[in-house]
């Protein structure tokens, strides 16, 4: 789909994708599924309205590092992302 196709034709340091993709073509963990194919390397963050055990194991799965509550944990993604960064030396 188009997330995949954006997310490996520009190759970012770190996706974030909801759970819910606005096409309907399958969840941003599918997307992520795809995505380490051919980026393996790949940071991720999935987000959601709403949290569920399924969705963390999912979440694992896929690879993403976290999991957020879009309602709660919003603010949450700067100083994230910031971690993400210095434990790349960046």
Known sequence: GAAVTGITGTRPDVAILDIRLADATGSGIDVL????KSLPGLRAIIMSNFYSPQHGKARSDAGAEYFLDKSVDFERIPEILRRMGAANGN
């Open 33 to 36: 599924t795809e995505v380490r």
